[in-house]
């Protein structure tokens, strides 16, 4: 089984009907996502990619019992989707837009409060099940289905380690682009708990990088729960220069917060094994699982 997703999980899309979105949709039809419905203010009543457009969630929640939902919607709006969603009580909902403003997404972790919906995002690659489906723009070309969940704030290093997985043989079960804006929704800790808890996970890779508290907190979970399936890391930014921003990320450390040795000595305090370099995540995971 995966996390997050399953085979019955039905995907609506908000903004389907823009270039990009359409894109991607058309991909995660070719895959196997049950897409069954975009979303788009205005365009209520037409078709697009042989599906129904809705003019609102609820509208299209109603007539597809969609699930979760995909938001393609430009930054300025991202927020205002998010929250429609959620107040449609879907389940999850994936947004893979950048740059979405600190302060709009502040509302929506005020909505998903006291809520059982699970954000991805935003600027997230999404997240995908190999075999059973995927939401978002991930690349799904070297996945394969198998034992090993990844969990990453990276989406380029994320394309490399599901490859390096399935050279070595491991597969993945599920992988997730928790995103890299500072305000987002499911945590590097939320998706690890999860990979614990499913049966289908055998070994755990987190893709971390400089900047924020979010390795630690992983560090801090497992410390305490002590798992038996082994967990690797790779934290990106070892030699990046403090207080200057990386990336469109925003990847920043200041005064020894969040740098790249603080965040691996955690990690190995905790008892999670550090991949040495980026081209040996799929080999440490195979050695650790035999």
Do not use: W
Request: hydrophobic share 40%.
């Amino acid at each position: 089984m995966a996390i997050l997703i399953t085979p019955e999980t039905k995907v609506l899309c908000q903004g389907m009907t823009g270039r990009t979105a359409t894109f991607h949709c058309a991909r995660m039809q070719s895959y196997g996502t049950q897409l069954v419905a975009g979303v788009t203010p205005g365009k209520g009543g037409r078709r697009h990619l042989d599906l129904p457009v809705f003019n609102t969630v609820n509208e299209a929640t109603e007539a597809t019992d969609a699930d979760a939902s995909l938001v393609f919607v430009p930054p300025e709006n991202a927020a205002s989707a998010i929250i429609d969603a959620i107040e449609a009580e879907l389940s999850l909902i994936v947004c893979v837009t950048e740059r979405v403003p600190v302060l709009d997404m502040v509302r929506v972790r005020q909505a998903l409060e006291g809520t059982s919906t699970v954000l991805i995002g935003p600027n997230s690659q999404g997240l995908l099940a190999p075999g059973i489906a995927q939401i978002g723009v991930m690349s799904t070309v070297d996945a394969k289905p198998g034992r090993i969940g990844i969990a990453s704030r990276s989406a380029s290093l994320t394309s490399e380690i599901v490859a390096q997985t399935t050279q070595a043989g491991l597969g993945q079960s599920t992988t997730v682009g928790v995103g890299g804006d500072p305000i987002h929704g499911i945590s590097l800790a939320g998706c690890v708990e999860r990979f614990i808890d499913d049966p289908q996970t055998e070994g755990i890779i987190i893709i971390g990088e400089i900047g924020g508290s979010e390795e630690e907190e992983v560090a801090e979970m497992v410390g305490r729960m002590r798992p038996a399936k082994p967990i690797v890391a790779l934290v990106a930014g070892r030699h990046a220069p403090p207080e200057r921003r990386m990336g469109h990320a925003g990847a920043l450390a200041t005064a020894g917060l969040g740098s790249a040795q603080a965040k691996i000595d955690s990690l190995e305090a905790a008892g999670v094994i550090i991949a040495p370099h980026a081209g040996s995540i799929g080999e440490t995971m195979r050695a650790a699982l035999n």
